[in-house]
């Protein structure tokens, strides 16, 4: 949109190098005494017109119109750049995203591996418990490393989705939960 405003900008400044037409046209009375004449005969017998063309040819402004011109054509430039711009940074969003979405699913796939084992440990430290060779606070920090490995994946979880269904959106994929 900044490009095409720029645009219609440098066809507006260009335009002041092509001559000019304009016309008028104007009527009235010229008679001043009112009290003889009653207006419509002021009107009938005094009449006068006048009609007019005026051609301007832009020979010398100044410079002004080349500047403006130049000064356009600057802002068309800039407007591209600033489009480029543009693209770079949401290319540069759309690859970072990228990348949390791979590095969200590996960290899933690593608390799976995780809670999997503290699964396994606190599951034998329970046998440990009941045959006497675990106390309670062992017992206790098996099962808080086993709660917070799950913490982690319900965790990794839903950041690996966000990720995933942000990058589907940068992708054009419509959003369905």
């Known amino acids: ?3 095409y ?12 190098y092509l001559p000019t037409l304009s016309a008028s046209a104007s009527m009235g009375t ?6 003889s004449y009653s207006y419509g005969s002021q009107l009938s ?6 009609i007019s063309l ?11 119109t080349k500047s403006n011109v130049a000064r356009s054509k600057i802002n068309i430039e800039q407007a591209d750049l600033t489009l480029t711009n543009t693209r770079n940074k949401l290319l540069q969003e759309v690859e970072r995203i990228y990348e949390e ?19 396994e440990s606190y599951n034998l430290a329970i046998e440990q418990y009941n045959l006497g060779m675990l106390n309670s606070i062992e017992l206790l920090q098996t ?4 709660l917070n490995a799950n913490r982690e994946l319900i965790q990794a979880r ?10 589907d959106y940068y992708m054009g994929v419509p959003l369905v939960m």
């Open 1 to 3: 949109l900044q490009k």
């Open 5 to 16: 405003i720029a645009e219609m900008d440098l066809r507006s400044a260009r335009a002041a």
């Open 30 to 35: 010229d008679y001043r005494d009112l009290s």
């Open 45 to 50: 017998d005094n009449w006068n017109q006048r």
């Open 54 to 64: 005026s051609l301007s040819i832009p020979i010398f402004n100044r410079l002004s």
């Open 101 to 119: 979405t791979y590095a969200g699913q590996q960290r899933y796939l690593a608390a799976m591996a995780q809670k999997k084992a503290s699964e």
């Open 143 to 146: 099962r808080n490393n086993w």
């Open 158 to 167: 839903y950041n690996s989705l966000l990720y995933k269904k942000i990058l």
